[in-house]
């Protein structure tokens, strides 16, 4: 349950505890974001059924999961099908996001490092309007 | 006539071909004595020419279309192997038959290493002889030329691939790396962010200690996306394009830069230049990086010119470089880009080292000195030429492309 009516919750699913630490940080610093961490993939999804956020920042390579794939699987959860997913991701680069318009596959895309400005333009621009 | 010759279609030995001979010969009897021999030939059809110097037969050569070389190595203004080595190191191309009084067989075979087709002893042949020798000199040489040409091809062909699984390794070790490394990045910046909204009250010295730690790791990411860029270029995306067009559009992106330190620009594009085979994207992201180099190159602010201009290929576009040319043929379609800028040139030293991979004159302002190498990765992977010369004003950065989609 949200206590703070007012604020977005944000699930950030990533294995580098100190990267979800410092978005959490920064986000919550914002006044706007309740952020909930998880750096076990493989608990990605009762993570996300349990806490019902309003939006999530996935990490695409991790240890024991993929996080397309764990996308998918949360997709799967009726309650959770509408919940926006921004793949916040190492893997590709700024300008090849650009190109794409920050959508590849019809998911948003963040390229690490981001500024904290930008990170919470993306997720002010996904988040479902009556969430 | 012989039979066998006279009815001779076999390219080997096509003795109705007219050969254009030029006799180089001290012994102006020995001369009238070739010439009478070769032009009273019953089979073989040749035009002569002779001369007793080597220096004017340099002239000679260069001024004709010559097949085979008739070769005293005694003359009056050279002697001995040096007589060959000289001619063969000037026109590598025309079949030489030494033709000297000196018997000996350790000279005839040197002078087969060093490059002739055949090696003659005067008095020791008659006509049929030595119009054979010459034919097939002829032949031997064409045939000699063709295995060189596939060899190159062969060389030009094992480099590129020996280069595209550069890259495939660079490229794999890159994105590992990159994603690797841009994780931790990303900590750091939104720590630094974090920490910098947290301290706004605290004093200078922390918030210098911020600022530097915010630059380095923005530094550290340009270096992880530079590398990305070198590394991909396995992935072109090929498509005819207008280069005016995409000069044009790289001009948005420098135009902030040239306006701030009062640089003019002037451009001289062709009309109706035909599309050339290209990446956009990576040839724009090569023009701004000249454009961005003409501009760090005149801090007092100058004059940039570009051009853009069609032609046929000719070996002087290469503007004495010593870059290697074997991918364009003489007579070919081109467009040629020229960036000029009025800075103060590269020494002739750095001229060399400017397209290595780190080399850079600008380490202390910061320059990683991958900009040009990763230019020419890209303009080779198109399978164009960008050379950085110096000009009467300044250094001229030129760019040649095939118009034909053979890249």
Redesign the interface.
């Known amino acids: 349950m949200n206590i703070y009516p007012e604020k977005k919750k944000i699930l950030i699913i990533d294995d580098e505890s100190g990267f979800t630490e410092m978005v959490k940080l920064n986000l919550e610093a914002t006044g706007k974001y309740l952020v909930r961490c998880e750096n076990n993939g493989m608990r990605a999804v009762d993570a996300a059924q349990e806490y019902q956020p309003d939006l999530i920042l996935l990490d695409i390579i991790m240890p024991e999961t993929d996080g397309t794939d764990i996308c998918w699987r949360i997709k799967e959860q009726e309650e959770l099908q509408t919940v926006p997913v921004v793949f916040l991701t190492a893997t590709v680069r700024k300008n090849e996001v650009e190109a794409q318009h920050g959508d590849i596959g019809g998911y948003a895309f963040l390229a690490k490092p981001t500024t904290v400005e930008e990170l919470t333009e993306c997720i002010e621009s996904h988040l479902n309007p009556n969430s | 006539m012989d039979k066998v010759f006279q009815h001779n279609t076999d390219r080997i030995a096509d003795f109705t071909r007219t050969l254009n001979v030029l006799i180089i010969e001290n012994n102006p009897v020995d001369c009238a004595m070739l010439s009478g021999m070769l032009s009273k030939s019953t089979f073989g059809s040749f035009r002569l020419k002779g001369t007793d110097s080597l220096n004017q037969s340099f002239k000679i050569l260069a001024e004709g279309t010559w097949d085979v070389v008739l070769l005293d190595l005694n003359l009056k203004d050279s002697s001995g192997l040096k007589t060959l080595h000289q001619l063969h190191d000037q026109f590598p191309r025309i079949a030489i038959v030494v033709n000297t009084g000196v018997y000996q067989d350790s000279l005839g075979l040197k002078a087969i290493t060093c490059g002739a087709q055949d090696y003659l002893i005067k008095g020791k042949y008659k006509s049929y002889g030595l119009v054979k020798a010459l034919y097939y000199a002829v032949e031997r040489k064409r045939a000699e030329e063709e295995l060189k040409a596939a060899y190159n091809r062969l060389k030009e062909a094992q480099s590129q691939l020996i280069q595209v699984e550069k890259m495939t390794v660079i490229g794999g070790l890159a ?1 590992g790396i ?2 690797e490394v ?6 750091i ?3 630094v ?2 920490l910098t ?2 301290l706004t009250e605290t004093d200078d010295q922390i918030q210098l200690t911020l600022k530097s730690i915010r630059e380095a ?1 923005q530094k550290a ?1 340009d270096i992880i ?1 530079d590398l ?1 860029d070198f590394a991909s270029l396995s992935k072109l995306n090929i498509v005819p394009e207008s280069i005016n067009t995409v000069i044009e559009h790289s001009l948005n992106f420098t135009k902030h830069q040239c306006d701030k330190t009062g640089i003019r620009l002037e451009k001289f594009f062709a009309n109706n230049l035909p599309p050339v085979p290209i990446d956009k ?1 990576r040839i724009e992201q090569v023009i701004v990086d000249l454009i961005l180099n003409a501009i760090l190159a005149m801090p007092d602010g100058g004059l940039i010119t570009i051009r853009t201009l069609s032609k046929k290929f000719e070996i002087s576009d290469l503007a004495g470089s010593q870059i290697d040319s074997r991918r364009f043929q003489p007579g070919e379609d081109i467009v040629i880009v020229e960036i000029d800028d009025t800075g103060s040139g590269i020494n002739e030293e750095n001229l060399a080292k400017v397209f290595d991979p780190f080399f850079t004159t600008r380490r202390a302002a910061g320059g990683v000195g991958l900009g040009l190498s990763i230019a020419k990765t890209i303009i080779n992977s198109h399978n164009a030429i960008i050379l950085l010369t110096n000009y009467d004003r300044g250094t001229r950065a030129r760019i040649i492309f095939k118009t034909g989609l053979d890249t």
């Open positions: 994105s990159a994603h841009k994780n931790p990045l990303a900590t910046l939104y720590g962010e974090f909204t947290k790791t990411n996306k990305l994207n």
